[in-house]
T-cell receptor, first 115, second 115 residues
Framework: DAKTTQPNSMESNEEEPVHLPCNHS???????IHWYRQLPSQGPEYVIHGLTSNVNNRMASLAIAEDRKSSTLILHRATLRDAAVYYCILRDGLDSGGSNYKLTFGKGTLLTVNP | DTEVTQTPKHLVMGMTNKKSLKCEQH?????MYWYKQKAKKPPELMFVYSYEKLSINESVPSRFSPECPNSSLLNLHLHALQPEDSALYLCASSPGRGSYNSPLHFGNGTRLTVT
């Protein structure tokens, strides 16, 4: 699986924007960039995904570098409920006989939100 | 509340016991997953079922035995576990073939303690 690198931890203040970086220099042309988060005592939760273009949804925005070797998850106004571990994951979009069902988590970034 | 329901929420078992974890979803998803998560670590994939057939086994010891009796149900049978098997066991589902980039929906897990 192609690998991602994220900072171990980040801190932000409530109601301020948060930019969570992810490096994926070995990304292949068919890899999608997925973000999940895991709040304390809960299972992981899907946040957003994209291939080449920037993406927005109700939870966050995903900015993808032109060379696709890095991406940034943007939370526009952090709240205390956004405190979680954020995982950046590469997932192959090709039909490879089922192996691309795999979703392999890296270490993620622990986001702390200060009131 | 999640759309993937896992029971029980907590389980304590001895090393000679046999127990089962249950997972249920009614979203019509055809791929179902078991993950294991140790404290302060990312989730690790154990098994994937696709259309009720075992698609991926990540070299999991035979004391863990998965079963998918129908498209809505996923079980994990446990036998002769070791204390180091204590962890949070997470179930997830996704639509299935042709939707490889669809998000996984996770349950909130079963917290297993082996004594």
């Amino acid at each position: 699986d192609a690998k991602t690198t994220q900072p171990n931890s980040m801190e932000s203040n409530e109601e301020e924007p948060v930019h969570l970086p992810c490096n994926h220099s070995t990304i292949s042309g068919t890899d999608y960039i997925h973000w999940y988060r895991q709040l304390p005592s809960q299972g992981p939760e899907y946040v957003i995904h994209g291939l080449t273009s920037n993406v927005n949804n109700r939870m966050a925005s995903l900015a993808i570098a032109e060379d696709r070797k890095s991406s940034t998850l943007i939370l526009h106004r952090a709240t205390l409920r956004d405190a979680a571990v954020y995982y950046c994951i590469l997932r192959d979009g090709l039909d490879s006989g089922g192996s691309n069902y795999k979703l392999t988590f890296g270490k993620g970034t622990l986001l702390t939100v200060n009131p | 509340d999640t759309e993937v329901t896992q029971t029980p929420k907590h389980l304590v078992m001895g090393m000679t016991n046999k127990k089962s974890l249950k997972c249920e979803q009614h979203m019509g998803h055809r791929a179902m997953y078991w993950y294991k998560q140790k404290a302060k670590k990312p989730p690790e994939l154990m098994f994937v079922y696709s259309y009720e057939k075992l698609s991926i086994n990540e070299s999991v010891p035979s004391r863990f035995s998965p079963e998918c009796p129908n498209s809505s149900l996923l079980n994990l049978h446990l036998h002769a576990l070791q204390p180091e098997d204590s962890a949070l066991y997470l179930c997830a589902s996704s639509p299935g073939r042709g939707s490889y980039n669809s998000p996984l929906h996770f349950g909130n897990g079963t917290r297993l303690t082996v004594t």
